[in-house]
């Protein structure tokens, strides 16, 4: 268990320095730079609408073979396999029992009577960047059994510039002995735009002893040709209830990374 924090650790560190640019602007200038980026590609894309009209209507007769094709492999999988998975496990995983020898997470069908099918966690990061500004991310996770459902509401800001962004999303949990691996896709609302975009990502927390549980969390949407990606990690120690973490955030928007390190406080229902 150990390798696996420090390969985490790692993992973050090498992400964060990628696309980093000694020439990136800082602060206010940073973030103005970010917005100036997303609506320049915003006029990119309304310029292009017009010839995408044209070209759309020899395209409608293959989309619709294409997505009769889609219909049919997704209900192929879900009646193979999603539906057998959903109803046959009646319950989640949950990290903070009553019971002191049931304190962390373990393999629900070896011990079904001390799990919950419903587990509601609430949390906020707040993350100093190299680039002097600040980030916080403000996160909602629901598990009930199979299913996962999980809310983020990230800012960036400096003295006077900001850029935030707002992501629902749904997907599936898979169990694994003292792990929870989450699956999803949903959509993205950021302010400087009018439109939703397509939101998707995974998570994981794996179950430590003496208190202790590592969560890794990312978020990823595209617009056009421009990427915005969030990623966390952080290893939490548990109060009862409430946790307390420590740990790194990287986040690339239209091009522009912004990490450093966060610290993070949480509640479980």
């Known amino acids: 268990m150990k390798k696996v924090i420090i390969i985490s650790v790692l993992l973050l560190i090498i992400l964060s320095s990628i696309n980093a640019r000694a020439s990136d602007p800082k602060g206010d200038e940073k973030i103005g730079e970010t917005k100036k980026r ?24 293959e989309e619709g073979i294409l997505g009769l094709l889609f219909d049919a492999i997704f209900e192929g999988l879900f009646d193979s396999l999603f539906e057998d998975y959903l109803f046959t496990l ?37 993350t100093v960047h190299f680039d002097e500004t600040y980030g916080n991310a403000t996160k909602l996770t629901f598990n009930a059994s199979a299913f996962h459902a999980n809310m ?27 792990t929870l691996l989450h699956g999803y896709f949903g959509g993205l609302l950021l302010d400087t735009l009018n439109e939703l975009l397509l939101s998707f990502g995974m998570s994981i ?63 479980w229902f």
């Open 90 to 126: 009646r319950f989640s995983n949950y990290p903070y029992q009553n019971d002191p020898e049931y304190r962390f997470n373990t393999t629900t069908y070896f011990n079904p009577e001390r799990s919950r099918k419903v587990a509601i966690n609430f949390s906020n990061d707040f």
């Open 205 to 267: 927390q794996i179950y430590l002893p003496a208190r202790f549980y590592l969560d890794i969390y990312n978020m990823n949407a595209q617009y056009h040709s421009l990427w915005f990606n969030h990623l966390s990690g952080d290893v939490n120690y548990a109060l009862n209830r409430f946790t307390l973490g420590l740990g790194y955030t990287f986040n690339s928007y239209a091009g522009f990374s912004y990490h450093g390190p966060s610290i993070k406080a949480g509640i």
């Open 152 to 178: 983020l509401h990230h800012i960036i800001f400096a003295e006077s510039e900001s850029l935030s962004l707002f992501s629902l999303n749904g997907g599936l949990t898979f169990h694994f002995p003292n």
């Open 38 to 61: 997303i609506e320049e590609e915003k006029e990119k894309a309304l310029e292009e609408e017009e010839d995408y009209e044209e070209d759309s209507i020899e395209d409608e007769d």
